[in-house]
């Protein structure tokens, strides 16, 4: 209800609006295949035209295939980073991040990215 009465109160600004969506959404992870297919399902974008468009592959399979393996490692990974300090469960040894995962994984979400700003610009 307190949102509401500073919707209602401050009705010209919109800054009660991004306040709320930041604090109710600051814990949440997106990054799950089932979330991330759902929340491009909100905004009409569809999960395996952009696996399809940001992974492409001699077919569509294969794409879809690529792409949901790169999300769920994606997710993994941060998992690990956020949640167990990098480190494994059955040896606690610290993972390394080298250069080229890094620049790999910039690369595949660069991808993913842009086929979402694409597919999101085609639909208007």
């Known amino acids: 209800m307190n949102r509401v009465e500073e919707a209602i109160a401050t009705a010209e600004s919109q800054d009660w609006f991004f306040d709320y969506l930041n604090s109710r959404f600051s814990r949440d992870v997106f990054l799950s295949v089932e979330s991330m ?7 009409g974008v569809g999960f395996v035209p952009v696996l399809v468009k940001a992974f ?3 077919k569509e399979q294969k794409s879809k295939r690529y792409g949901t393996q790169v999300v769920k490692n994606l997710f993994q990974r941060r998992n690990d980073i956020a949640h167990q300090n990098d480190r494994s469960h059955a040896s606690a040894e610290q993972t390394d991040i080298t250069k080229e995962f890094v620049e790999d994984y910039i690369g595949k979400i660069e991808s993913l990215v842009n086929a979402i700003q694409e597919i999101a610009v085609e639909k208007g």
């Open 56 to 58: 492409p592959k001699s």
């Open 37 to 43: 297919r759902d929340q491009l399902n909100l905004i």
